[in-house]
């Protein structure tokens, strides 16, 4: 599980093709040596296992099925990634809950500047079926960012990116047009199953939800 609280951007160093499978290294200053083999990453929002870890790289395998359902399509070598290792038992978490599940890609629009202002305006077209999912002032992970919708025109959204975002994310590096990967917040599933009348894993119910502050 994640937060959506980047804690570095790494920089895409290679892609192979191995036996039909695409290999990808990213250079990691940080991160790197907290990981061990086996290990999960979240990578620009996807949940992956670090084959191989090196003093300032590490190494993934990605099946076709995560490249066709997912951002990393556009990936080449010297794009940036948004980097986070998975919660720790027992911390305090910021952010909300991340699974790592792209459940599909969006279409990021721009990054405009807020006039008068130091911060920004980002915004991503969603697909149709995930817009169901997308409340003013809820949260949305984009490129493995959390991230709290401020407007919502049909299916495009706004969120208020502030200065530290910008600086500490990839989203600086982004062109209108490019691919990003989206995941809904896990309790508006949660609760679409419910009101459907089906179980929700983990005995989650309705009224927990409401009596815990969701």
Excluded at 33 to 48: D, M, N, P, T
Aim: with cysteine.
């Amino acid at each position: 599980m994640f937060t959506g609280i980047i804690e570095e951007v790494g920089k895409v160093l290679k892609l192979e093709e191995r036996h039909g499978t695409r290999r990808l290294t990213v250079g990691s200053r940080k991160l790197g040596k907290e990981l061990k083999k086996g290990a999960s990453i979240a990578v620009s929002g996807v949940c992956l296992t670090a084959i191989e870890i090196q003093r300032d790289r590490v190494r993934f395998d990605l099946a076709a099925e995560t490249v066709a359902r997912t951002s990393f399509a556009r990936l080449r070598p010297g794009a940036l990634v948004n980097l986070e290792l998975p919660v720790k038992y027992g911390e305090r978490m910021g952010g909300h809950v991340v699974q790592g599940h792209v459940d599909g890609v969006g279409k990021f629009l721009g990054l405009e500047r807020i006039p008068g202002a130091d911060d920004y305006w980002l915004k991503v077209q969603v697909p149709k079926d995930l817009a169901k999912y997308v409340a003013f002032k809820g949260s949305i992970s984009i490129e493995g960012i959390s991230l709290t919708v401020a407007r919502i025109q049909g299916t495009a959204l706004t969120v208020a990116i502030i200065p530290h975002t910008w600086k500490m994310t990839n989203l600086r590096s982004l062109k209108p047009g490019d691919p990003v990967n989206l995941e809904a917040d896990v309790l508006a599933k949660y609760a679409e199953k419910m009101l459907k009348g089906e179980e929700a894993p983990g005995g989650v119910t309705l009224e927990r939800l409401i009596s815990e502050g969701f």
